[in-house]
């Protein structure tokens, strides 16, 4: 049995519309990271909570999580960010990945009471998953974090503040917050020929309704594990929505894939990703790799065409792609 390792290592405090860095010890793989948000925020003065802008409070004071990697001299593991994701996608990830199809942000639910004034205890974790429990192994996505492999590993958190959560509140808010990083660990290599992930998600505008639309950032290396899509609606809100996504159409040199937004949501459900009693309005997971890792689909050449609605107006609406993509690493280990 493989020697586990979890523990809550480094904390910073928090600081608002900053970047919080924090370095992740070396050793092991890494299965799971977490960025931890706890303590107390008080809100006072003002007369206008604000309006609610995506997830709200408190998600929203943590609006991006980098993982950069410094690979060891010699090492055939990526440079560079491993994971550049935004809060909110790597939480609505989680719905549909490993926990049990059902979202939840804040552990007690709090959502600072809409921007009201007061003061509200916090725990907010936010998880990233390099191991994938729908794998075959599940540990073949797990972050190598040994010395010889990357010389340094470091988390940067860019964070939030008020008018993040809530847009036009004229409230003061003090924050007495930490920000940590927690991860679990099994002390096993990976194979010699193994892969590497790497985690992004991305911004697609929408202009107008079109049935052609094109993703200009798509990635166009590694292979795709996993797309997650979140159809947000109306800026600032953002609002997750079933009204923007028709359809995708997309083509490769291994596969074809043409479904209808429905037909999306219905493989959710029937693959078990998201709870039928959830609400899962403007989420949708394609699911490339079908549970063997050989099954992904390299992104060099693949030619996407979307099909949406622009309900609220130009460049109002717009769609975050959260990818998953893996890279084919050769490594020696050392004498």
């Given amino acids: 049995m493989a020697y586990g390792n979890r523990q809550n290592r480094i904390q910073q405090p928090f600081l608002p519309s900053s970047t919080v860095v924090l ?6 793989s890494i299965l799971r990271g977490k960025v931890i948000v706890t303590g107390t925020i008080t809100i006072a003065g003002g007369t206008t909570n604000g309006t609610v802008q995506g997830e709200g409070g408190p998600i929203n004071l943590i609006k991006r999580i980098r993982i950069i990697g ?8 990526p440079n560079g960010w491993l994971v550049d994701v935004s809060g ?6 989680a719905q549909v990945s490993s926990r049990f199809g059902t979202f939840f942000g804040e552990q007690s639910g709090s959502v600072l009471g809409s921007g009201a004034a007061g003061t509200y205890n916090i725990y907010l974790a936010i998880p990233i998953y390099f191991a994938d429990d729908t794998l075959r192994p599940d540990v073949s996505c797990a972050l190598y974090a040994a010395p010889w492999a990357y010389q340094s590993l470091q988390a940067q958190i860019l964070t939030g503040g008020s008018t993040d959560c809530f847009a036009g509140t004229d409230r003061v808010w003090t924050y007495n917050l930490q920000v940590q990083w927690d991860d ?5 290599a990976p194979p010699q020929n193994c892969v590497a992930l790497v985690q992004e998600d991305h911004v697609i505008p929408i ?20 797309w997650h899509i979140l ?6 809100a953002y609002a997750l929505s ?28 029937d693959g078990e990703w998201i709870n039928p009693s959830a609400n899962a309005a403007g989420s949708y997971l394609i699911d490339f790799a079908e549970g063997v890792l050989q099954n992904s689909n390299p992104a060099a050449g693949i030619q996407s065409q979307i099909s949406v609605n622009n309900p609220s107006g130009a460049f109002l609406d717009q769609l975050r792609l959260y990818t998953r993509r893996i890279f084919n690493v050769s490594w020696t280990p050392p004498s």
């Fill in 242 to 269: 079933d009204a923007l996504l028709n359809r995708i159409t997309l083509a490769g040199p291994t596969f074809f894939f043409d479904e209808f937004a429905q037909d999306i949501r219905q493989d959710m459900y």
């Fill in 70 to 77: 410094n690979a060891a001299p010699g090492s055939s593991f």
């Fill in 88 to 93: 909110r996608a790597l939480l609505r990830y």
């Fill in 23 to 28: 370095p992740i010890p070396q050793n092991y």
């Fill in 184 to 188: 679990d660990r099994i002390d096993v």
């Fill in 231 to 236: 159809a947000e609606q109306n800026q600032p």
């Fill in 207 to 226: 202009g107008a309704a079109n049935t052609r639309l094109f993703d200009p950032a798509l990635p166009a290396d590694g292979a795709f594990v996993r």
